[in-house]
């Protein structure tokens, strides 16, 4: 059912500090409440209101600009019925459970201030089936994470949906959706405008209780270069309600980050050095945010799977939440190439992936001859 809003009285207004936010849609037949729940830090625990009547939306919303107080509050009354506590500038409520529609404008059109970002959303209910979906991969990073050329893993446990044929009826079908979105490419977070998310085609239809696992699942982010896609795949646990409406059960996201290249400067493998190199660097790009990158150093052609000794100016760590550029000096020691003949140089990362072994990245070939052939005569003469 429609409800219409009417402006009753304002409230106080909290300092000027934006605010992230969890909003809970309380159904209440034949309305409903709506609850802002201030997020006071980045990480911790937050209580719900009380969950009352057929079930409840929550939605984690967060705002970009710092600057901006979104929680300029408006008691908004519908009818005599129910009462509404909400944020003036978040504008929208349209939702639909178990067969209550809420649509409703909270706010006027001509706001023009900074608008939340809407991060999640999960619906719970008396009468729905619950689910949970995790998302892991070799990173064991708390923030799911992958590369774009490594594997991740899915596993989803539905209980509650009802049985086919069962008298007091309920919900019998569960459908997991695949969804997408591009990273911006300097910010490394989702586009602000909206561009570059999606849904993939393919879904899975449940029709019973359990625990499901797929140990194997490849990032599929329709990127130009696959190896180079950067983004987040998300994973959703939906139920229909209605002939076009569904609701979102639970859902998980994992990150995908390129993978690296890198290419070493300053020497070429055509020319024959007649002293050590100098001005050699590394120009790396897309280093894993858990990473250490390094160059190593040994004698004779290259070949995959060498242990050299390590040049020391080279070496950089990382441990960040997105993928980092880097130039690293490589300084190499006499000590390294006491001997004349061909010397290689490998650019090499080692990532919590294939068991944390060091992955070539780039590597170059050089001949150090550091002998001088003088020709030339001797002669005296007598008068």
């Not at 067969?99 to 706010?107: A, M, S, W």
């Not at 539905?158 to 997991?176: C, E, K, Q």
């Not at 002939?243 to 993978?259: F, G, L």
């Not at 550029?325 to 090499?348: F, M, N, Q, W």
């Amino acid at each position: 059912m429609r409800l219409p809003l009417l402006l009753v009285s304002a409230c106080a207004v909290m300092p000027a500090r934006a605010t992230d936010f969890v909003r809970q849609i309380q159904l209440l037949e034949p309305g409903w409440v709506v609850y802002d729940i201030p997020v006071s830090g980045k990480t911790g625990e937050i209580l719900s209101k009380p969950l009352e009547g057929e079930g409840a939306i929550f939605q984690l919303y967060a705002y970009q600009d710092e600057t901006y107080d979104p929680f300029s509050l408006l008691d908004l009354n519908a009818g005599d019925e129910v009462h509404v506590n909400v944020s003036l500038d978040s504008h929208l409520v349209d939702a639909d459970l178990l067969g209550i529609h809420l649509d409703g404008i909270l706010g006027g059109s001509e706001d023009t201030g900074p608008m939340p970002r809407r991060l999640d959303e999960i619906t719970v209910g008396t009468h729905l089936p619950t689910a949970s979906v995790t998302l892991g991969s070799e990173d064991p990073c708390p923030t799911p994470r992958t590369r774009a050329d490594r594997p991740y893993r899915m596993q989803l446990s539905i209980r509650n949906l009802a049985a086919p044929g069962d008298p007091r009826g309920g919900i019998m079908r569960l459908t997991l959706e695949r969804d997408f979105k591009f990273y911006h490419p300097d910010l490394h977070v989702p586009y602000p405008d909206g561009s570059g998310q999606g849904s993939y085609d393919q879904a899975w239809e449940f029709t019973r209780n359990g625990d499901f696992e797929d140990p194997t699942i490849y990032q599929a982010l329709p990127a130009a270069r696959p190896t180079k896609a950067c983004g987040e795949e998300t994973f959703a646990a939906c139920v229909q309600l209605g002939e076009d409406r569904e609701a979102v059960i639970t859902s998980s996201k994992i990150q995908v980050w390129p993978v690296c290249d890198g290419i070493i400067e300053g020497i070429d493998p055509t020319h024959p050095y007649h002293a050590i190199p100098s001005e050699v660097r590394a120009v790396c790009h897309d280093l894993y945010p858990d990473s250490q990158t390094y160059v190593q150093i040994y004698p004779g052609s290259e070949i995959l799977g060498t242990v050299g000794r390590v040049v020391a100016s080279s070496v950089i760590s990382y441990n960040t939440y997105a993928p980092q550029d880097a130039v690293l000096p490589i300084e190499i020691d006499p000590a390294d190439v006491e001997s004349d003949g061909r010397y290689t140089l490998e650019l090499l990362t080692v990532t919590p992936f294939d068991g944390r072994r060091p992955e070539r990245v780039a590597h170059i070939t050089f001949d150090l001859d550091r002998t001088i052939e003088v020709r030339g005569t001797l002669s005296t003469s007598e008068k």
